[in-house]
C-alpha cells in the first residue's frame, strides 16, 4: 500500500491559472474516457486530489465526499467551480463534511482547499446520494450527473416516437443510459447496435439497461471511435450541445459528420436536436436527402439519407 499514497488524483480540467494538478496527476473523472474510478479508491490512498466540481449538487457532494475518504491524512483536496455553477457552495458543502476550508477567489472560480477531518461527517451518504440507482419512473439504472439522469428527455421521447422501425447494423452515437437504444432495438430488424457514450456512469447504466445480444456498449469519445467507415445502415442521435459545461455547437456539428462518414450509401441519421440548434446546414453539406419529420415542444427531428 505504500506505493498507493503516492497517488495524486485530477477530476476533471480545472484551469490552470485556478488549480493546478500535480504533474502526471491520474485522472478521475467518468467523463474521461479510460480514467481511474474514484469509487475504487481504498481510503487513504491518495496523496492529493484537484477537483474541477462539477455543477450538480448531489454529484458534486457525492465527488467530494468519494475525494475526502480516499484523501491520506497529509493529502490535500483542492476543488475549484466557476462561482455560478456551484462555486459559492463549495465552503459551506465542504464544511458540512467537517473540514477545516480554506478558500480562494480567481478568475470567476472558488477554490477550496481541505485536509480529510479526522471525523468526516455524513461521507457514507452523500456518497449513497450519488450513486448508481434503478428508476422506478424511468424503468432503467441510472445516476445522478448522467444526461436526464432523473426523467426522459423530451427531445429524445419525440425521436423515439417518432422512428420508423430501422433495419441492419447500426450506432446510437451519445447512448447516454440507453433510452435511444431501447426504441431502436425494438425493431427485430435491427442485426447489431454500438452504443458510445464518454460518460463512464451512462455506459455502465446502459450495460444493466440493455440486455440484448445485438447490443455493444463502449465507454468512448465517438471523435475518435475509430468506426469503420461506410460500414452502418442508420445511426440514432440526441448530440450533445454541451462541453464541459459550456454550449458547444460544434460537437453536435461534429457528430453529424462522423455519422456521415460511418454511413453506407443510403444509410440513414435520424437526429433530434433542440430547435435553436443550427444543424441544418451540416446536415444539407454532408447527406444528400434531409427531411424533417417532427417540429413540437421546442424540439425538431430529421431524417438524413447519405
Ligand atoms: C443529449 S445526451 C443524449 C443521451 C441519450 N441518447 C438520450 O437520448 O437520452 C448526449 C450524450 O452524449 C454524451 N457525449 C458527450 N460528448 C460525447 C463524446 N464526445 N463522445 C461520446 N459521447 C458524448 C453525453 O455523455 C450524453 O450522454
Known sequence: MTEQTEIHGVYG?????????AAGATQFSPLVPGAER?????????????VLAPPGTVERRHVMALGLRALSPTGRLIIAAPKDKGGSRLKKELEAFGCAVNEDSRRHHRICTVRRPDAPVGLDAAIADGAPRFS???????????????????GSALLAKTLTPLAGKGADFGAGIGVLAKAALASPKVESLLLIDSDRRAVEAARRNIDDPRATI????????????????????????????????????????QAAGA?????????????HLPYEKV???????????????GYKVFEARR
Open 136 to 154: 422506478e419512473a424511468l424503468g432503467a439504472w441510472t445516476q445522478p450527473g448522467v444526461f436526464s439522469w432523473d426523467r426522459i428527455d423530451p
Open 283 to 297: 446536415l444539407a453539406e454532408v447527406f444528400k436527402l434531409v427531411t424533417p419529420r417532427a417540429d413540437t415542444g
Open 263 to 275: 454511413l453506407r450509401r443510403s444509410g440513414t441519421l435520424w437526429l433530434v436536436a433542440n430547435r
Open 38 to 50: 474514484l469509487e475504487d479508491l481504498a481510503e487513504g490512498a491518495l496523496a492529493g486530489l484537484t
Open 13 to 21: 480540467a480545472p484551469p490552470r491559472e485556478v488549480a493546478e494538478a
Open 218 to 257: 463502449l465507454w468512448g469519445d465517438v471523435r475518435t471511435a475509430g468506426i469503420e467507415p461506410g460500414s452502418l445502415d442508420f445511426v440514432i442521435m440526441n448530440p450533445p450541445f454541451h462541453d464541459g459545461g459550456a454550449e458547444d455547437k460544434q460537437l453536435g456539428q461534429a457528430f453529424i459528420r
